[in-house]
């Protein structure tokens, strides 16, 4: 890997968008983009010279609760542990917050296995995720 570059700030709407379309992930509209980016709580960017490879964002209202989203690694990318560097960012990030705060995510597959790693567990069966299908 060459010389990585962690930055705290979410991407361009243009590299938003082309790396979650890259990373698999649902695709979001320029205009909603440009509307959330900048109301992220935390966010952390990895760069390859300016080549955005990986992100991860966590949005909410800054006190009660939080949720760790659009967390994408670009597939050429992957298996390198940059999920891992991503999450060592929230977690220390997530250590600045209230205590009694709620911090959610939505596990894709494997994902799970990773987000265990730092202390995140099922919330089945007391609770169910949902989402409004649109």
């Known amino acids: 890997m060459e010389k990585l570059v962690i930055r705290h700030e979410a991407p361009s709407i243009e590299q938003y968008l082309k ?20 109301r992220s709580s935390f966010a952390v960017t990895l760069y390859e010279e300016d080549q955005l490879i990986a992100m991860g964002r966590v949005v909410g209202d800054g006190g009660c609760f939080f949720q760790i989203t659009d967390i994408a690694v670009t597939p050429s990318h992957q298996g390198r542990g940059l999920g891992k560097i991503i999450m060592r960012e929230i977690a220390a990030y997530l250590d600045t917050v209230p205590d009694k705060a709620y911090v959610s995510l939505i596990a894709d597959g494997e994902a799970a296995k990773l987000y265990e790693q730092y202390g995140f567990v099922p919330v089945m069966p007391q609770s169910q995720g949902m989402f409004l299908r649109r």
């Open 19 to 38: 790396l979650r379309h890259d990373a698999g992930l649902s695709p979001m509209s320029v205009e909603g983009a440009g509307i959330g980016l900048p």
